[in-house]
Antibody
Framework: QVQLVQSGAEVKKPGSSVKVSCKAS????????ISWVRQAPGQGLEWMGG????????NYAQKFQGRVTITTDESTSTAYMELSSLRSEDTAVYYC??????????????WGQGTLVTVSS | DIQMTQSPSSLSASVGDRVSITCRAS??????LAWYQQKPGKAPGLLVY???RLETGVPSRFSGSGSGTDYTLTITSLQPEDFATYYC?????????FGQGTKVDMK
């Protein structure tokens, strides 16, 4: 059974950066794309970007280009999402999610539990 | 980007009711459409993919249909555990985009 376990909640100052981890177990990590999806309080779901570990090249939503970096460490089956220049509007729950096929364009069949990032002065 | 317009944004229903939620894409997405269920404080869970295929373990009271730009999630005989928020998602092209959600609550 595939599990994605994310790092814990973070409180950050405006202008700083946050790095959230997502450790996978129970499946073949390298072949499946991992995406990051965020959800602001009371709002819907927003795709930020994704990566296929075996290729190592990330693809980002234009909205986050230049501020987000998605990486993986195949040796630990862990994906990371770093978001910089944080502002209050970045306060949200951040999810990692696995695409259910080889490639990015598949539905998300497994999700992490979510990581709350709060940006506040 | 492909815009996904979901309706209604909320609905009230009773146990046993038949419920339908629609999703319209701003362009054709070739059945690359998924539905997710989300309960408060939890991550979304995949219900339906490829328009009409049920994810393993999803009860048969859920069904999906549609083509081109218009898609529907139907719940026949709503159960107490089905009160939740539902999202559609297109995965036809990057960026994958979601509808704004439909909250199903108890009448």
């Amino acid at each position: 059974q595939v599990q994605l376990v994310q790092s814990g909640a973070e409180v950050k100052k405006p202008g700083s950066s946050v790095k959230v981890s997502c450790k996978a177990s129970g499946g073949t990590f390298s072949s499946y794309a991992i995406s990051w999806v965020r959800q602001a309080p009371g709002q819907g779901l927003e795709w930020m970007g994704g990566i296929i570990p075996i290729f190592g090249t990330a693809n980002y939503a234009q909205k986050f280009q230049g501020r987000v970096t998605i990486t993986t460490d195949e040796s630990t089956s862990t994906a990371y999402m770093e978001l910089s220049s944080l502002r209050s509007e970045d306060t949200a729950v951040y999810y990692c999610a696995r695409a259910g096929g080889f490639g990015e364009l598949f539905p998300f069949d497994y999700w992490g539990q979510g990581t709350l990032v709060t940006v506040s002065s | 980007d492909i815009q996904m317009t979901q309706s209604p944004s909320s609905l009230s229903a009773s146990v046993g009711d038949r419920v339908s939620i629609t999703c319209r894409a701003s362009q054709g997405i070739s059945n690359s459409l998924a539905w997710y269920q989300q309960k408060p404080g939890k991550a979304p869970g995949l219900l339906v993919y490829a328009t009409s295929r049920l994810e393993t373990g999803v009860p048969s009271r859920f069904s999906g249909s549609g083509s081109g730009t218009d898609y529907t999630l139907t719940i026949t005989s709503l159960q107490p555990e089905d009160f939740a928020t539902y999202y559609c998602q297109q995965y036809y092209s990057t960026p994958q985009t979601f509808g704004q959600g439909t909250k199903v609550d108890m009448k």
